[in-house]
């Protein structure tokens, strides 16, 4: 970092208006700021709001609340979310046939987890989908003549993507239908070590076609893709992030997942039509959040921007009028320079020593 010496300080101009004016001046900034802090405020108050109904939003969703209504005009035409359960997992075993030993998924002990409403039922990631490790990084990949486009843990942040920076990294054939990606795959970071970071995840869609990932992103393949949206809303959910740090927790204090550990997180199932209400409920809610989060920000920007306004009409003269019976800059400058020379100490001067 460069300094600045006190030469360069002592350089430095600037606009000296009358003293009363100055002071016209500073009092005016400070009561314009005053407003705007107040105003910002509330813009920020608005903004936490806005994010706990974010989470009201999720959990009247996860838990059944939010389609209450419509679940119970439906009723004599839903199928459980236990039937449900069952097509997935004969499709399960189904898509197995050629691959080996078939095992069965984890069962989910629902002792401790919360009620939910009827028809609905806990089921474990393992249950609903396949869940998948990526490519490990070495320098041997940059011989393989395939390339593809790699997403990495920069690029996905929680429920969105950034794609502006993905790099391409050699594939061998074999392991290529293992890491390619799938419209709705969902994409889960192994860890960093925070609480608050463990378990980002979004769902790809497709975004870049033949995209493969590294090994610490962890995709997770439902065996119906109408439940992906619905399971990243879930563990958005204060309800799920507990189930996401509970499982990714260690003794040593940092958080991490691995594969064993997503496929023994839970997800609460209703049935497919249910799956679909709530989705778009929460789009819904969420979209007109987000159009009230927008202007909070514009307005933030707006404010930002009007503090530089004023500043610069204070110090251009144009924030309070003159008056013409204050004491002209001038002359203020040269009595401030008269008190600064009658206080600086005199010089010594040396006596010359007598023969």
């Known amino acids: 970092m460069r300094n600045i010496s006190q030469d360069g300080i002592r350089r430095i101009t600037l606009p000296f208006p009358p003293f009363n004016e100055q002071r016209r001046i500073v009092d005016k900034i400070e009561s314009l700021f005053a407003q705007l802090d107040h105003g910002e405020a509330s813009l920020r108050d ?3 709001l806005l994010a706990r109904y974010r989470q009201s939003v999720l959990k009247a969703a996860v838990t059944g609340q939010l389609t209450a209504d419509w679940r119970a005009e439906n009723a004599d035409r839903l199928e459980s979310g236990s039937d449900l359960l069952e097509r997935i997992l004969q499709a399960r075993r189904e898509n197995w046939q050629g691959r080996g030993k078939y095992k069965e998924p984890v069962v989910p002990d629902s002792g ?5 409403p009827e028809g609905w039922v806990w089921a474990s990631v393992d249950q609903l989908a396949e ?6 990084k070495n320098s041997k990949r940059s011989t393989l003549p395939l390339k593809k486009p790699m997403l990495r843990v920069a690029n996905v942040y929680q429920n969105r993507l950034d794609l502006e920076d993905v790099h391409d990294t050699g594939v061998s054939e074999g392991e290529l239908s293992r890491v390619t990606l ?6 889960v970071v192994e860890g960093n070590g925070s609480k608050g970071q463990i378990g980002r995840m979004a769902v790809w869609r497709d975004e870049i076609p033949g995209a493969v990932h590294q090994n610490h992103l962890i995709k997770v393949r439902m065996v119906d893709k109408l439940i992906s949206d619905y399971s990243m809303w879930w563990f958005q959910s204060l309800y799920g992030r507990q189930n996401i740090e509970k499982v990714a927790s260690s003794t040593s204090g940092l958080y991490t997942l691995s594969i064993s550990k997503i496929e023994s997180l839970v997800i609460p199932l209703p049935s497919l039509d249910e ?3 709530v989705v778009a409920a929460i789009d819904e809610a969420f979209s007109k959040i987000g159009q ?4 909070c920000q514009t307005e933030l920007t707006r404010s930002a921007a009007l503090r530089q306004s004023i500043l610069k009409d204070a110090f251009a003269g144009k924030l309070v009028p003159q008056d013409p019976a204050d004491e002209p800059a001038s002359e203020l400058l040269a009595r401030i320079r008269a008190e600064r020379d009658a206080a600086a100490p005199k010089k010594r001067t040396r006596k010359k020593a007598s023969a």
């Open 131 to 136: 869940v998948i490790g990526g490519l490990t």
């Open 292 to 295: 009230l989060e927008d202007w």
């Open 182 to 187: 799938q419209d709705r795959d969902i994409l």
């Open 112 to 116: 401790d987890l919360p009620e939910l």
């Open 46 to 48: 608005v903004q936490k």
């Open 275 to 277: 799956v679909e209400q």
